[in-house]
């Protein structure tokens, strides 16, 4: 009996959830409306500083992802007087389900269950306005050689994984991760060779009818690095060594 009730209770919210997401899909790729992004800390870690460093985050802590988006916008033609408006949510306590190692399979369908009731529990408080976009962002000191865990974005989902570093040094670094995310849950693809990172031509490169084609100077925000030659890259600074490239902005709706 309290096994039904239980299926019966979870494929409620599976249709709710998924009634919700058709209707902020289309809103997606309209860009009629501004998109709301709410970005939820999460404290990922008991340092003290993480916590002090997540009760510092503004919207202007995340003013340079909506200048960004909507430079890009004009650049693509696209007249958007605000694409994006950015709240931030009282920092969470309580971490997301672990990503699962694989990208595809049992895991991540059981991830996804798990995430989404996460999400339902976690992702919203009173005084936000209700969004279209949720980007839970892990905060957490630097772990020695500086590689946190990967993050991610969920098209289907309307909400983001990601793993940042609490540290004003890193601040630049993690709107660009945030930024690629956010452009993964409105429907953009990755445009690098996941072996080696090396920007994947002509969609990753930043000017792909530069002549000659390299060093680029600037990177596709779904490439992340600039593509110095066919088999080197650097990482960028700050997004405002990045573009939206014609293929992305195409995969968003542009
Ligand atoms: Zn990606």
Not at 191 to 200: C, F, M, S
């Amino acid at each position: 009996m309290f096994r039904k009730l239980r299926i019966a209770i979870l494929l409620t919210i599976l249709v709710v959830v998924g009634g919700r997401q058709l209707l902020t899909e289309s809103r997606f790729s309209s860009w009629k409306q501004p998109l709301w992004v709410t970005i939820y800390p999460v404290i990922a870690g008991s340092a003290e500083n993480i916590q002090s460093y997540t009760d510092g985050l503004t919207p202007e802590s995340f003013r340079q992802i909506k200048t960004f988006i909507g430079q890009q916008a004009a650049r693509h033609g696209r007249q958007l007087d605000t694409p994006v408006v950015i709240q931030v949510a009282r920092p969470l306590t309580s971490l997301p389900p672990a990503l699962p190692s694989e990208s595809f399979g049992l895991s991540v369908a059981l991830w996804s269950l798990k995430m989404r009731w996460w999400v339902w529990r976690n992702g919203s408080q009173p005084d936000l306005a209700a969004e279209d976009i949720r980007m839970f962002v892990l905060y957490q000191n630097n772990k020695p050689g500086g590689l946190l865990e990967r993050s991610v974005g969920i098209k289907n989902g309307g909400y983001g994984v990601v793993n940042a570093v609490a540290s004003r040094q890193l601040a630049a670094r993690n709107r660009f991760v945030i930024t690629h995310e956010l452009m993964h849950i409105l429907g953009a693809s990755d445009k690098y060779d996941p072996a080696t990172g090396q920007p994947v031509p002509p969609d990753g490169l930043a000017n792909p009818s530069k002549v000659p084609l390299y060093p680029q100077q600037q990177a596709e925000i779904m490439a992340g690095r600039v593509a110095i030659s066919l088999n080197r890259w650097r990482q960028p600074g700050n997004l405002k060594d990045y573009v939206i490239g014609d293929a992305t902005a195409t995969e968003i709706g542009w």
